[in-house]
């Protein structure tokens, strides 16, 4: 089992739905990364969180430490919004190590 | 513009061939990071560096060598390259400390994608 899950692994939406993407991990963790990966290949971070709730834009954030259990929300999603999102965990104790998920596939249609 | 440049963007060699990829960063960011993308298995972390002269493995740093000798910079080296490691390879960079701002995570280069024949 993978230390870190994504799910789903794909997801098809209408321009204009609300999205959530769901990332679960199995060990401590001192930070949770949210990453965008463009069609092109580039990847961009989007959020770098340890609690609670960042918001970005349309782009929402959360993480419950306990539950150890993030989730990515896109409100009034767009088909520039289309792209594979990627989760990563930073173990506890660890400064720069990263555990990545396989990622989640986004195709916003008009 | 503050980026991380990585060269070159695509590379094709021969098996055994001693190659380097390039990673500069000018954002003084303390923290560099080597990985690798393949279908299936997603990113995975080769090497890290905290700061200059140290640098720590990844989960799969087998056949890879790195070094911090100055802030700027930390290239990846591949002394003996092999069919297995034809993939994706990004570097990234990321400061100290928790992140204020929302988008202050991980500076991501734009990839080289490296083919061992």
């Known amino acids: 089992k993978n230390e870190v899950e994504q799910s789903p692994q794909n997801l098809t939406a209408q321009e204009g739905e609300f999205i959530t993407i769901n990332c679960s991990y199995s060990?401590?963790?001192?930070?949770l990364h949210w990453l965008q990966q463009h069609p092109g290949g580039g990847i961009v971070s989007l959020f770098m969180?340890?609690?609670g709730k960042k918001k970005h834009g349309r782009l929402i954030a959360t993480i419950n430490i306990q539950e150890k259990h993030s989730s990515l929300h896109i409100t009034a999603s767009h088909p520039r919004d289309s792209a594979v999102y990627i989760c990563?965990?930073?173990?506890?104790?660890?400064?720069?190590?990263?555990?990545f998920g396989t990622g989640t596939r986004l195709q916003v249609t008009l | 513009e503050a980026q991380v440049t990585q060269n070159p963007r695509y590379l094709i060699t021969v098996t055994g061939k001693k190659l380097t990829v390039t990673c500069s960063q000018n954002m003084n960011h303390e923290y560099m990071s080597w990985y690798r993308q393949d279908p299936g298995l997603g990113l995975r972390q080769i090497y890290y560096s905290m700061n200059v002269e140290v640098t720590d493995k990844g989960d799969v740093p087998e056949g890879y060598k790195v070094s911090r000798k100055e802030k700027r910079n930390f290239p990846l080296i591949l002394e003996s390259p092999s069919p297995n490691q034809t993939s994706l390879y990004f570097c990234?960079?990321?400061?100290?400390?928790?992140?204020?701002?929302?988008?202050?995570?991980?500076?991501f280069g734009s990839g080289t994608r490296l083919t061992v024949v």
């Open positions: 060990v401590g963790i001192s930070a």
């Open positions: 969180l340890s609690s």
């Open positions: 990563a965990v930073r173990p506890t104790g660890t400064a720069s190590k990263l555990t």
């Open positions: 990234a960079s990321r400061p100290r400390g928790q992140a204020i701002l929302p988008q202050w995570g991980y500076t």
